[in-house]
């Protein structure tokens, strides 16, 4: 499902690169992407497994938030 954001990266993008997608929901933008490989980032899980059902070929890496650190160095 390409919309206009998507058309605009894909001026950028070649079929044998690799996107990392952050924060990339359930997959709704990232769909029309043109790619060799991606990767999608985010916090919720249903995201996630909605993202690896839309988009094709991709992999999903889940950020847990409660491994940021908050001392100050």
């Known amino acids: 499902m390409g919309n206009w ?4 990266v ?10 990392l997608d952050l ?7 990232s769909d029309g992407l ?3 490989e991606i990767v999608g980032v985010d916090i919720c899980k249903e995201y996630l497994d909605m993202y690896n ?10 950020f847990d938030l409660k491994q940021i ?3 100050k160095e």
């Open 53 to 62: 059902e839309s988009v094709s070929g991709s992999s999903v890496i889940q």
């Open 23 to 29: 924060c990339c929901g359930n997959g709704q933008v």
């Open 69 to 71: 650190s908050s001392s």
């Open 10 to 19: 894909n001026k950028h993008l070649h079929p044998d690169q690799t996107v």
């Open 34 to 36: 043109v790619y060799g």
């Open 5 to 8: 954001l998507t058309e605009e």
